[in-house]
């Protein structure tokens, strides 16, 4: 089964907003990523935390870490309409390997 | 830049054929991974690879094998195509080491099993 699972599945906001989503694992991890796949496209490395941090920013994205409740969230602030794309967590619990979870699809609205 | 290729965006193929897919990087990298992605499923890993000639089953490895001859290739292979292999294939790649998490994906192959 999956290790991350991402919450909501579909978001739709306006552009100039904040998008809020959310990934779940099951055991314990080392680091967390998250990936954007524009439509048809292949993944793209956005922001990696490790299990000892809590919080990292990158630009417009901030993650968050929670390992008591093994959850994640990233956060998009100041939406625009080119970040509409589908985002994933991908926990790194054994080493070399990556688990996927299902992905959120953001639309941002102009 | 670091890149990552495959051989086609998009195949069509009929029921039973032998069906390779190349993914190459440019990278240098140790490891190599081969996913599918399906609606609602989200990424799921068929092989990895951590070196030359070395090869690890993920998680849904039936029906497929992979060939790595050269660091820099890594290949597919479905080897009687079947119409729930129709999917979209993505390849990765990464460097060894503890220090080193990104995967660097290519741009995908869209297949279709008639």
């Known amino acids: 089964s999956q290790q991350g699972e991402e919450d909501p599945q579909a978001l739709s906001i306006q552009e100039g907003e904040n998008a809020t989503m959310n990934c779940s694992y099951k055991?314990?991890?080392?680091?967390l990523q998250w990936y954007r796949q524009n439509s048809g496209r292949g993944l793209v490395h956005l922001i990696l935390?490790?299990?000892?941090?809590r919080e990292k920013h990158s630009g417009r994205l901030r993650v968050t870490l929670d390992t008591s409740k093994k959850s994640s969230s990233l956060l998009i602030t100041a939406s625009r309409a080119a970040d509409t794309a589908s985002y994933f967590c991908a926990t790194d619990a054994t080493a070399g390997k990556s688990t996927f979870g299902d992905g959120t699809t953001l639309t941002v609205k102009p | 830049d670091v890149k990552v290729t495959q051989s086609s965006r998009y195949l069509v193929k009929r029921t039973g054929e032998k069906v390779f897919l190349e993914c190459v990087q440019d990278m240098d990298h140790e490891n190599m991974f081969w996913y599918r992605q399906d609606p609602g499923l989200g990424l799921r890993l068929i092989y990895f690879?951590?070196?030359?000639?070395?090869?690890e089953k993920g998680d849904i490895p039936e029906g497929y094998s992979v060939s790595r001859e050269k660091k820099e290739r890594f290949s597919l292979i479905l080897e009687s195509a079947s119409t729930n292999q129709t999917s979209m294939y993505l390849c990765?790649?990464?460097?060894?080491?503890?220090?080193?998490?990104?995967?660097?994906f290519g741009p995908g192959t869209r297949l279709t099993v008639l």
């Open positions: 690879s951590y070196d030359v000639k070395m090869k």
């Open positions: 935390i490790r299990s000892n941090e």
């Open positions: 055991t314990s991890i080392n680091n």
């Open positions: 990765a790649s990464k460097d060894w080491g503890p220090s080193y998490n990104e995967q660097f």
